[in-house]
């Protein structure tokens, strides 16, 4: 009999496209977000949701018990604006912003942070977001 790493662990992502541009446009979102979910799927990763605005992605995965947070996110940034350069837009720059926030999410709550990422462009314009949740750098506190 094989035995298996048993892990059940949450994590809401969210990074923001370089200098906060609004790259992530109507006519790439769609693709963009299947792109990131096809990537999860390779590093056997749970896609329960990705969603976002044009300047930032939210993602929610159950984690893989091989992977740290930052391999997740090496993979999925990385291969995704691969996949955006080379194909959506292969004559227009593209990049995002080398940091991210990550957050534990308890069974209890990922419902309701699955609804919050479906539904970011409602929580935007009605000003409903989660202030900690859009964030994607800590403030320097040496500043």
């Known amino acids: ?15 923001a496209t370089k200098n906060r541009l609004p790259l992530v446009t109507e006519d790439i979102e769609r693709d963009l977000y299947r792109c990131i ?41 990385g291969g995704s604006s691969r996949f955006v350069s080379e194909r959506l837009r ?27 990422i479906e539904n970011q462009k409602q929580h935007h314009a009605s000003s409903t977001v989660w202030p900690e949740a859009e964030e994607t750098d800590e403030e320097d506190e040496d500043a």
């Open 90 to 116: 292969p004559n227009d720059w593209f990049a995002w912003q080398p940091n991210y926030a990550a957050f534990a999410v308890s069974p209890a709550h990922k419902n309701r942070v699955v609804r919050y």
């Open 1 to 15: 009999m094989r035995r298996r790493n048993k892990l059940r662990v949450c994590v809401h992502f969210v990074w």
């Open 37 to 77: 979910r096809a990537i999860c799927a390779d590093i056997k990763c749970d896609c329960l949701a990705a969603g976002g605005m044009k300047d930032h992605v939210h993602l929610l995965v159950a984690l893989n018990s091989t992977l740290s947070l930052g391999q997740v996110m090496k993979q999925v940034k």
